[in-house]
């Protein structure tokens, strides 16, 4: 019973538009003419650079308070019954996804480790894995003892330290280019840490010549 009502209260979750408030809402959360709007002033891809070296490619970025229908619609993309949107948002982005990953590089992928709940991420990862054939590594995990990261702040986030799955690490070894995976960014933290723990480990063992570069859905600057 709890989750016959569970799934009634998600398919009201977000009846009207989040810019108009018009009832004839789409699968993205907004009506046709208010997603066709927000696609136009919101998707337009952008590289981001964190600590001089990892460069993070984002498709919609927005500003904290910059728009309350964005920071509202990154709120119910977070959410457990947001598949249909995240499908959506995903699938409108397969040619500038082929454009961006080169899978003749000898590329892999690489999930950012989340909730266990989340599909956001894995959903994002394996839709570029299809588009791209590009092999996903599940290789970076965090070390026991973490808190879910919905329970730590910006500060807590950047504490959060992340090991290598020994299960590829021979696989991570012979790659040229990786790529992280992430659904969105807000902080950066995470995405920080863990490429500072695979250059860490590509260097003990000698691998100095591996491109390392991050894509994530939504990025808020």
């Known amino acids: 019973m709890h989750i016959i009502f569970e799934s009634i209260l998600n398919a009201f979750e977000c009846p009207v538009c989040l810019k108009c408030g018009s009832y004839f809402v789409r699968n993205n959360y907004f009506c046709t003419a208010c997603g066709f709007d927000f696609i136009q002033n919101f998707t337009k891809m952008r590289q981001h650079i964190y600590d001089d070296t990892l460069a993070v490619n984002s498709f919609l970025c927005w500003e904290k308070f910059e728009s309350d229908s ?8 977070k959410t457990r019954s947001s598949q249909c949107a995240w499908c959506w948002y995903v699938n409108i982005f397969d040619s500038e996804i082929c454009d961006l990953i ?13 909730s266990k709940k989340s599909f956001h991420t894995t959903y994002f990862t394996n839709e570029i894995q299809r588009l791209t054939g590009c092999e996903t590594l599940f290789a970076i ?14 500060n807590d986030r950047s504490l959060i330290e992340f090991e290598i799955n020994e299960e590829f690490t021979e696989r991570l070894l012979s ?47």
């Open 102 to 114: 080169r899978p003749e590089k000898n590329s892999v992928l690489i999930a950012v480790p989340g």
């Open 175 to 221: 790659a040229d280019w990786i790529y992280l995976i992430d659904d969105i960014v807000t902080t950066g933290s995470t995405l920080i840490n863990i490429h500072k723990t695979i250059q860490t480990f590509l260097l003990i063992n000698g691998k100095t010549t591996v491109n390392i570069s991050a894509l994530t859905l939504f990025y808020r600057t």
């Open 70 to 77: 964005c920071s509202e619609l990154v709120y119910l993309l």
């Open 141 to 154: 995990q965090k070390k026991p003892n973490a808190k879910p990261q919905k329970q730590n702040n910006a």
